[in-house]
Structure formats: C-alpha cells, structure tokens
C-alpha cells in the first residue's frame, strides 16, 4: 500500500494491514446492481476490493430512482451494470443463467445476492452452496429488510433453504407493492459490511444468523438459523426443470417507456371480464383464463401484457418465453394497480 488511501481501515485494530491486504486481493461477485447492489458495490470498492464483478443486464428505470440513488435520469438507457462500472471500473455485464453461473461465480471469494428476482435468488445460493462459496443474502419488502451470511463449508452448512425450502414466485415485487428507498441503502451497506468482514476477518459475520430490520419502527431482530433443509440440492439444480435456461433478466418494463413510445408496444390485459379496465384506447383485451401459451402467435409490434399488479402477467411472459425464447413480450411492471394510483 504506497499511499494513504486506506489508512482510516487499517489503523483499526480488527483490520490492520493484513486485513487490508486480504481485501486487495479478494474477489468479490455482485449479482444484481439495482436497490441493494448499486450500494453494496460503491463500498466494496471504496473499502479496497480487488476485483469486484457486476453482473446485471437490465437498465434503471425512472421508478427505482428513489431507492437506486447511484444512477441519475440520463443514465436510464445504459445498464445498470455499465452505469456502476463507470465509478467502479471492474464489470462483467451479463444477466446472469443456469448455464453460465458456472464461469461467472465460481473464482469469487464471496458473492453478494442484491436481485429481487426469486428465480436468480435460489439460483445463486443453490450454486453457491454446492460449491463452497460464501454467500451473503440481502432481501427487501416495503419496510423490512434481511440479511444473513452463508458461509457454505459443507453440504452441512445453513443457507436460504433452509429458510425458505422452496421459492415462493408469488411474493410480490418492488414495483407492485413499494419499498422505502432508504431501506435498500440500508440493506445494501449491511451486505457490503458482511463481505468486507468476512475478507478482512474483523468482527463477527452473521453466519447462520437471520437479521430482521423494520425501518418504520427501527425494530431490528436476529433470528438463529438451524439445518432443516435435507433434500438432495445437488439433484435438485441438476433437474431439467429447475429453473428456466432462458437468462434471468428482467422481464418489466415500465408504464411511463411504454408510454413514452406507445406506437411501439401493442398493450394487451390478460385481466378477466370483471376485473378488466383498458389503460388507453389502444388496449387489447384477452383474458388469461383464454389464452394458450403454446398456441400464441406473436404481433408484429412488442407485446407488453398487463394484469392487476404484474404477477399474472410476469408469470404469463415467463411461459411464453419458454416455449417461444426470441419472441418479444414483456410485463408491464406494477400493472393496472400502479396505471390506477397515477390517476388519482
């Protein structure tokens, strides 16, 4: 170290210079670079991380801005990733897949899992924990967050099965139910916390350890986490019906793109008879109960389809894309509800 730069870090005792040392050649993958990770990432690097790898292809959206402060509204057509990589320098600008998570992860020291995406969620800790690669889980909801770190010695070690054994995809998202920006600020920096102890070997991680925090009544609770999870998780990534090969990119786009560029999108509601309200004129009406996916024929322009809060219609895209992966359909994020509380 031949300058000053990391002083304030290793004059304290729990870091020193070996401490310091160890962040300067550790290896750091951030998988998802929205609320969580555009925090976490800044810090890693600010702390002295040698290589820090972003992984992330979807772009900032005028929406995340309140929680995803790094990115400003003239950035919103560059990646978050690139965007990040920018202040950072180190990037790997892929969305991340089954069939890549092998070359993306595998030399990292610790990855740090900041995607509100559930899919991505399992994915990363299931591979993480078959192949011995700490693991520090962040997740937020409206006004609670949590964190935890898996450390992943042995198949014996705890990790998010063992919280939650199977993913639950009807969890809403950000986009459908809302989220204090500060809280992902929060969250982020204690996922950068987690990693930058667990390199450094200061202080105790929360291994094993569930922390809660509500940041409406500042409750905060660390729950001890204990083994229940005994399936077979190497069976499990392996099956063929595991998770979509397709890249676990996002699959919303916003209200205000569409919009903004309505002659380019057809706009369909997959919402039944009684639920059904058009966004404009142009709206086409097909209700979900009536569609086939295998059957569905494309339009010409980009399909965007929307249902009450974008669940339905995020599972419906899904569907579409594995049975048709270079057809061009997106889910209109946060659905009728969002279009409904800009009216009032």
């Known amino acids: 170290m031949k300058d000053n730069r990391y002083i304030r870090q290793t004059l304290l005792d729990a870091i020193g210079e070996k401490g310091q040392e160890k962040l300067l050649s550790s290896h750091v ?39 995803q402060v790094f990115f400003a509204t003239e950035k919103v057509a560059m990646t978050k990733s690139s965007v990040l990589a920018m202040h950072i320098l180190k990037l790997n600008p892929n969305m991340i897949a089954k069939d890549m998570i092998k070359d993306l992860l595998s030399n990292a020291d610790v990855v740090l899992e900041c995607t509100d995406n559930i899919q991505v969620k399992y994915m990363v800790n299931d591979f993480c924990a ?164 295998k059957s569905w024929v494309p339009s010409k322009k980009f399909t965007v389809f929307y249902c009450m809060s974008g669940i339905r219609s995020g599972k419906l895209v899904n569907e579409i894309l594995s049975l048709h992966p270079n057809v061009e359909v997106l889910s209109l994020a946060g659905g009728l509800r969002y279009f409904n509380s800009l009216q009032k």
């Open 130 to 293: 078959l192949h011995n690669i700490p693991m520090v889980y962040g997740a937020i909801h409206k006004y609670d967050g949590y964190v935890s770190f898996f450390e992943n010695k042995n198949k014996d070690s705890i990790h998010l099965r063992d919280i939650f054994a199977e993913p639950n995809n009807d969890i809403p998202s950000c986009s459908e139910v809302g989220v204090m920006g500060t809280l992902a600020g929060m969250i982020g920096l204690m996922q950068a916390n987690e990693a930058i102890k667990y390199i450094s070997g200061a202080g105790q991680v929360l291994n094993s350890t569930l922390l809660t925090y509500n940041i409406l009544q500042n409750d905060q609770l660390k729950l001890r986490l204990k083994k229940t999870f005994q399936k077979d998780l190497e069976e499990i990534f392996n099956d063929n019906n595991y998770i979509s090969e397709q890249l676990c990119s996002s699959i919303e786009i916003s209200l205000e793109e569409v919009m903004s560029k309505r002659d380019d999108f057809e706009l369909v509601s997959i919402l039944e008879g009684h639920e059904h309200e058009d966004i404009d004129a142009d709206v086409l009406h097909s209700p979900l109960s009536q569609m086939d996916s």
């Open 29 to 67: 993958v951030v998988v998802g670079c929205g609320g969580l990770g555009s925090i976490a990432a800044p810090y890693l690097a600010g702390a002295g991380v040698g290589k820090l790898t972003l992984i992330d292809g979807d772009k900032p959206d005028v929406t995340n801005l309140h929680r």
